[in-house]
């Protein structure tokens, strides 16, 4: 399904905050949105939110035959799923630009820096090889996908235990998880990557970009670190033309942010072993909050009242003199009230019932200009209610029998030929 | 390859080159008569083929058309020869949409596509021999092609793909420098601006030392431009002249 374009409007708001130095959900320019990380009930499964963006990744390992040129070497392999499930956007089965750019820098992020000791996963040399699956899936997509994988990819990664193998000569056993404990894989470091994107032709920068500030952007850097500040990748997107101060600053930048997130890593790995140990739930269940309202409670939001009065007293010095009251009710007309003055007709409609009135003839022409009178003073005077285009509305003048009987007569003549006519007029 | 050295104490490399030298870059325009705009590029023994066809109307999808601009219709693709090992799948694979992808994104910043709105510029490149610095070398050969078919740009596109070894960079690696464990920059410039159209790093690399590294790739490029221009200034010699 192709996706919604952004109007007009929306992106110039947009980009107007961001000249402004504001984000649409009032974060500083190089915040990052909330991040929590959470395991689930396999060793291996992770999940990581970065504001609404949802993503899962999930390690498997296989035996299997290594490459000829590298023997002694085990295989990684890491996929992304991009799938409607995420954004409409995203197509079932197709591999998208997207899909391949995101697959590429994940493979280049981990793959080359060698987080991983692949020497470890020998088995046999030559002949059997563990193969580390990583799979990434798309569960929500409100921008800055890259980065919300590579959290996901490394934490699994890091939580993950294969399963132990003994090699005796010829034979090669691989024990069960019942019998005996898995081992975790062998990580030198963790690269994180940190996105950039770029506005107004490089004049402003945003980290971590939300859904909407990604449509709107002209490009995107990428900078993958580990927490010992050394660059595992960078990756430029985009049409834009960057100068060389402006990578550097943002490297700068990615090393601060990579150790926050090292940080909140290690943290949930510790969390996850500690309530494993102590048996408590675990899983993906257990991480969606429950979000029940059990109770509602409004702080108390403090006010500024040391100058009240004084400001109190300069907005009414300054303000203007309240408008004049309207007259008191005028009289024109027994029995009818008039209060304020009314409104001239601005539908143009008075015009063509001049018209109208003119062509239908000529013994209804002073009729007419009575009409007429009567017509706008009617108008000023008596609010009519109904609406209704069926109903022909006679307005009666007590005090003036003649014209009163005129009037209805002309009402009458008039209504009969053209009463479609007329009674658009009415208001 | 753990036993080659990289970088010898005398400061030379495998092939003899020292640190900040380029590989010998030779190249000729307007190779083919069909193409709106060919070249065909050699940087020591990476040979590169380009053809640049357009601007012409969008062919399939019409809803692809952009109002305002051209669009750049990149196809990257390596000859199954190209390689030591017979190559299976030269194209379709991750690696070469990437590099499609990556070729579509440095040129959409250097050509001037305002000038023409609802049209298609395609830019076929073909890698004949691959030994190392691929991407520059498509690069390179791809703006030779682009000038050749008379396409306005900004500026010359320059590439180049340096490494850092022993605390030295190494400008315009080869394909065993890449493949030992080298941590490589690609990096493409518009020379006379200084701005970088991609960038784009593997392996491990200090933070300290992206800055030097950095600079090494702008000043290789800006050889490479100079070259650039002499051969397109001497290819438009030599058209002149069989004129009169």
Not at chain 1, 204 to 222: A, I, S, T
Request: hydrophobic fraction near 35%; charge should be negative.
């Amino acid at each position: 399904m192709k996706e919604t374009p952004l109007s007009a409007c929306e992106r110039d708001f947009i980009l107007k905050a961001i000249e402004e130095k504001k984000r649409l959900d009032g974060r500083q320019t190089y915040d990052y949105r909330k991040i929590k990380i959470s395991f689930g009930t396999d060793y291996g499964c992770c999940f990581v939110d970065l504001g609404q963006t949802r993503v899962m990744a999930q390690v498997s390992c296989e035996l299997i035959a290594p490459k000829e040129s590298r023997p002694n070497e085990g295989i990684m392999f890491f996929n992304i799923e991009l799938s409607p499930l995420a954004s409409p956007a995203f197509e079932q089965g197709r591999q998208s630009e997207l899909s391949v750019k995101l697959n590429r820098q994940l493979e280049r992020c981990l793959r080359n820096s060698k987080c991983i000791d692949t020497e470890s996963l020998c088995v046999v040399s030559g002949e059997k090889v563990w193969q580390i699956r990583v799979d990434v899936h798309m569960l929500n997509n409100d921008g800055n996908l890259m980065d919300a994988s590579s959290i996901a990819a490394i934490a699994a990664l890091c939580h993950f235990r294969r399963p132990d193998v003994a090699v005796q000569g010829e034979e090669v056993t691989v024990y069960s998880p019942e019998e005996r404990d898995p081992i975790p894989l062998s990580i030198y470091h963790m690269p994180i990557s940190v996105s950039f994107s770029f506005f107004q032709q490089g004049t402003y920068l945003l980290v971590d970009p939300c859904e909407r500030e990604e449509r709107v952007m002209d490009g995107l850097l990428m900078i993958a670190m580990n927490k010992h500040r050394e660059i595992c990748s960078i990756q430029s997107s985009g049409g834009i033309m960057l100068l060389k101060e402006q990578v550097m600053r943002c490297s700068k930048i990615a090393s601060v942010k990579v150790s926050e997130i090292t940080e909140l890593i290690s943290k949930a790995l510790m969390n996850d072993k500690t309530a494993r140990k102590a048996g408590g739930r675990c899983g993906f269940a257990e991480s969606m909050p429950q979000e029940r309202i059990t109770a509602l409670k409004v702080d108390e939001t403090p006010v500024e009242t040391a100058d009240v009065t004084e400001k109190a007293s300069t907005i009414i010095k300054e303000a203007e003199a309240p408008p004049p009251t309207a007259p008191s009710p005028v009289v024109p007309v027994p029995g009818v009230g008039q209060v304020g003055l009314g409104l001239q007709n601005t539908w143009g409609v008075e015009e063509e019932e001049e018209l109208e009135e003119f062509s239908s003839g000529d013994d209804v022409e002073e009729v007419t200009k009575m009409e007429e009178d009567e017509r706008k003073s009617t108008k000023d005077d008596v609010v009519e209610i109904s609406d209704s285009e069926e109903e022909e509305v006679v307005i009666l003048q007590p005090e003036k029998p003649q014209k009163a009987e005129n009037v209805k007569s002309s009402f009458h003549q008039k209504g009969a030929p053209s009463s479609k006519k007329k009674t658009k007029q009415k208001p | 390859m753990a036993g080659l050295e990289l970088l010898s104490d005398q400061g030379y490399r495998l092939d003899g080159r020292k640190a900040t030298e380029l590989r010998k870059v030779q190249a000729r325009m307007g190779v083919f008569a069909q193409a709106d705009g060919s070249a065909y590029l050699e940087q020591g023994n990476t040979k590169a083929l380009a053809v640049v066809y357009g601007p012409h109307e969008i062919r399939g999808a019409r809803s692809r058309a952009l109002h305002d601009r051209a669009i750049i219709n990149c196809q990257y693709s390596m000859a199954t020869f190209s390689t030591a090992e017979r190559k299976r799948r030269p194209h379709g694979d991750r690696k070469s949409t990437e590099m499609s992808l990556h070729l579509k994104q440095t040129f959409e910043a250097a050509v001037l596509t305002q000038l023409y709105p609802r049209s298609q510029i395609d830019i076929y490149v073909k890698i004949l021999q691959s030994d190392g610095g691929n991407y520059s070398v498509c690069v390179n050969a791809a703006t030779l092609a682009v000038i050749d078919a008379g396409i306005p740009m900004r500026d010359y596109v320059c590439a180049c793909t340096v490494g850092f070894v022993d605390e030295t960079s190494l400008a315009d690696l080869c394909y065993a420098e890449e493949s030992g464990g080298v941590s490589s920059l690609a990096l493409s410039l518009l020379p006379r601006g200084g701005q970088i159209a991609l960038v784009q790093m593997d392996a491990r690399l200090h933070q300290d030392h992206l800055d030097t590294l950095i600079e090494a790739a702008m000043t290789a490029c800006k050889g490479v431009s100079k070259v650039l221009d002499q051969v397109v200034r001497q290819h438009l010699q030599e058209g002149s002249t069989l004129r009169e």
